[in-house]
């Protein structure tokens, strides 16, 4: 029930627009795994667009899928903790 | 035949006022004859954001069947300078640290999937193995930010690309275009009220988004901004539609409605190579 995916064979090194993001996170969430390890390995650079679509994703995802992120990169560690941050900011929500 | 009379000054909103005026001559021309020549004889100087502009409607022209030809520049810095742009009609191989101008397209009817993020492929490859490594991940976040906006706003049918390291001068110049409907054109879309064309970029700097309810949308273009102009200390420029705006380090920002209108949006950015690495996210949250 657990699957992996290597979001460079879709992305390359970077993850830019979220259109491509959006498309590629509605089939994951059509996935029948109930947990999903995605792998950033390889990925240099996700854009503020994306790392918001993508926390988007996770949230409505919350208490469905187990969702893990594995090998990011500081500089995505970074964009997804400045998204999340500013989520907080913005509503109550627990990223 | 256009004449192409650019003022001899690095100022880039003369330019870009300039280059408007000429695309729209273009245009005129366009009405008469099949066959357009562009004549850059006496031209003296010339920005890059403005060979951008140029080199955009050329190939618009050519795309809808108009022969195009030019007359190259007598001044042999500025015909070398173009050339190295990849000047008329972009797609020239990257050297180091140029990377030409470069034209993206998408059909009216085609989903605009994967096809930024391949063309920004070779873009984002020559920036991460030649420009300095403490300025990478700033430049990509504003690339994909402009680019994303066009992606999701704009219904471009043709984007243009253009990012240029002066290593000697020591400077970075970043320029985007795309012919799609404009940030006024998007506002009067979706229904979002704006006095005129500079006080829609103005809304659209504070984060005013056509996505409505969605709260951390909109915030590409200010953030981008700040960016450029506090964590660079660079200038900033927009021109979409009618309205002109421009932020430059240590000069108070503006903006000017111009008589003849841009069919799209073009995003310029200059800043200089900082001494020491870059922290963007201080900028950008």
Partial sequence: ?95 | MVKVDLPSSDNPKKQIEGCVEIIEELNNECSKNNEIVLDLSELKWILSCSALLLSSKMVELKNKGYKISIIHPKDINVASYLDKLGFPLGGGKSKSTFMPIHHFFRKEVENSKGIIESEMEEVFKVIQQNFPKGLINGIFYLLAEMVDNIDQHSKFTQGSVMVQFYNKKGHIDIGILDNGITIPGAYEKNKIEFENDCDALYKALEGISTKVGETLRGKGLGTSKKLVNEGLKGDFYILSRNGLFWAEHGVKSGSKLLKTPLNGTLVCMRFEVPQKELNIYPYIE
């Fill in chain 1, 1 to 95: 029930m657990r699957k992996t995916v290597y979001l460079s064979n879709n992305f390359g090194n970077q993850i830019i627009t979220r259109n491509s993001i959006r498309l590629f996170l509605d089939l994951l969430s059509n996935a029948s795994n109930k947990e999903l390890i995605l792998d950033f390995k390889d990925i240099s650079f996700i854009s503020r667009s994306c790392a918001d679509e993508y926390i988007k994703w996770k949230l409505s995802l919350s208490g469905k899928k187990n969702i893990i992120e594995i090998n990011m990169s500081n500089e995505v560690r970074m964009m997804f903790k400045l998204v999340s941050l500013q989520y907080k900011k913005n509503s109550s929500l627990t990223i």
